[in-house]
């Protein structure tokens, strides 16, 4: 089976860092990518870790270990428009995506 | 490319009636994936396709749950008969390698 845990809620001030935490049980764990959903709208793709280590993309960067079946999104300098929810999902075998129940993130001024 | 294509946006029906979800890809997919979205359950994986053949409907909830896709561009989510339980926004979401899915804007269903 698939599972992933992720803190259900985190607040945060504006300009600052916060970092949203996934780990999973993936049977044939491929990657770990992430997506941002603002209420009322879809998810949308923020990043992908298909290696371990860091990706950078912009104010947003991902972070995998495999090894510890881990992996973050780190998000600098907050702004009010990040407020959203972020989910991580992993990709298992050829197709298979699944999504974690996702971590609303509040910023406040 | 329009993105992934959804309809209706929204739906109310009555307790017992048929709804049919449906769902455009984005052309050259090859994946294809329908979510149940709750407050309660999160976003759940309910089927998803590989070259137009189901894969994995595991996560479908009940047997008044059932899905197809006659084509590379199309895919239909169908309930019959509806429950109020079975309110929630379903997404499709497609994509061409489990690495980054699209997603469409979503059908809010009301059953009442």
């Known amino acids: 089976g698939q599972s992933l845990e992720q803190p259900s809620e985190v607040t945060a001030v504006e300009g600052a860092i916060v970092q949203i935490n996934c780990t999973y049980q993936?049977?044939?764990?491929?990657?770990l990518s992430w997506y941002q959903q603002h209420d009322g709208g879809a998810p949308t793709f923020l990043s992908y870790?298909?290696?371990?280590g860091l990706e950078e993309t912009g104010r947003f960067s991902s972070f995998l270990s495999r090894s510890d079946s881990y992996g973050y999104l780190l998000l600098q300098e907050l702004q009010m428009k990040d407020s959203a929810s972020y989910f991580c999902?992993?990709?298992?075998?050829?197709?298979?995506?699944?999504f974690g129940k996702g971590t609303k993130l509040s910023v406040i001024p | 490319d329009a993105g992934v294509i959804q309809s209706p946006r929204h739906e109310v029906t009555e307790m017992g009636q048929e709804v049919t979800l449906r769902c455009k890809p984005i052309?050259?997919?090859?994946?294809l994936f329908w979510y149940r979205q709750t407050m309660m359950r999160g976003l759940e994986l309910l089927i998803y396709?590989?070259?137009?053949?189901?894969?994995?409907d595991s996560g479908m909830p009940e047997d008044r749950f059932s899905a197809k896709m006659p084509n590379a561009s199309f895919s239909t989510l169908k309930i019959q008969p509806s429950e109020p339980r079975d309110s929630a926004v379903y997404f499709c979401?497609?994509?061409?390698?489990?690495?980054?899915?699209?997603f469409g804007q979503g059908t809010r269903l009301t059953v009442v």
């Open positions: 979401a497609s994509s061409l390698a489990n690495t980054e899915a699209f």
């Open positions: 993936t049977s044939g764990f491929y990657g």
């Open positions: 870790n298909g290696l371990d």
């Open positions: 052309s050259g997919h090859n994946s």
């Open positions: 999902a992993a990709g298992a075998g050829s197709y298979q995506l699944t």
């Open positions: 396709f590989n070259n137009n053949v189901p894969i994995d």
